[in-house]
Nanobody, 124 residues
Framework: QAQLVESGGGLVQAGGSLRLSCAAS????????LAWFRQAPGKEREFVAA????????FYADSVKGRFTITRDNTNMTMTLQMNSLRPEDTAIYYC?????????????????WGQGTQVTVSS
């Protein structure tokens, strides 16, 4: 099972930016997509953004479109999430997820490996 490690979280004021990274521990030739999910206190984990590993096609939740950008580096097996214009409601633990099966749905069950998460806190 692939091991995923997130980094880059922290505390930022509203309107600021953060960049999250997710590193995969093994070759990902059989990976279809990587994604970011987030979970705020008392809420369910929700989809944020995803990117197909081969073609690099991005997908975003409506709540982050125009503010977040997801990219991947196949050579270094990393994925990043550039988060701009951050809002207090973006505060959550952000998780990196890996999907092996081909498909364009982004539910929790579509992703079979997860990182430990990184905390993002946006102050008002």
């Amino acid at each position: 099972q692939a091991q995923l490690v997130e980094s880059g979280g922290g505390l930022v004021q509203a309107g600021g930016s953060l960049r999250l990274s997710c590193a995969a521990s093994e070759r990902t030739r059989d990976v279809f997509a990587l994604a970011w999910f987030r979970q705020a206190p008392g809420k369910e984990r929700e989809f944020v953004a995803a990117i197909t590993w081969s073609g690099g096609t991005p997908f975003y939740a409506d709540s982050v479109k125009g503010r977040f950008t997801i990219t991947r580096d196949n050579t270094n097996m990393t994925m990043t999430l550039q988060m701009n214009s951050l809002r207090p409601e973006d505060t959550a633990i952000y998780y990196c997820g890996l999907r092996r099966s081909r498909g364009y749905t982004f539910g929790l069950r579509d992703f079979t490996s997860w990182g430990q998460g990184t905390q993002v806190t946006v102050s008002s």
